[in-house]
């Protein structure tokens, strides 16, 4: 007997992404850096690298804070089309990917205790990894 293992993991880390960037762009989280970067057309809105004090720049925290929150959607979007096509491919996610997840979301819910990756990526590594040891048992 054939079963079905829909395809959930890539699609949750895929609205994950998508509500990364709506949260990012709100008032109240980073919505006063978008405004500013908006006025530049997101144009050049950091020196980069000349902005790190090896290179005599200063930082400023709030809008790298606010690009790389926003930024974490697209790549978690990205992240989850590739786990989407290997659910669709293979019919589960390996327990070296749900491992590996597990290991990312581990350290950065260790680093920042009260964060999404607290209460959503690690969460949904253990489920990829609950469903995929069962999947492979059968």
Do not use: C
């Amino acid at each position: 007997m054939q079963t079905t293992n829909p395809r959930i993991h890539g699609r949750l880390l895929m609205a994950t992404g998508i509500a990364h960037v709506i949260l990012a762009i709100l008032p109240g989280v980073f919505g006063d850096q978008f405004l500013d970067f908006s006025r530049s057309w997101f144009f050049n809105i950091s020196s980069g690298a000349a902005d790190f004090s090896f290179f005599d720049g200063t930082l400023n925290y709030v809008e790298f804070a606010a690009f790389w929150f926003f930024y974490a959607g697209p790549i978690m979007f990205l992240y989850g089309q590739a786990i989407d096509r290997i659910e669709k491919s293979e019919g589960y996610v390996s327990l070296t990917i749900a491992k590996t997840f597990i290991a990312v979301s581990l350290v950065g819910a260790y680093m920042v205790p009260l964060s999404g990756m607290t209460f959503v990526l690690l969460p949904q590594g253990i489920y990829m990894y609950v469903r995929s040891a069962k999947r492979q048992n059968m």
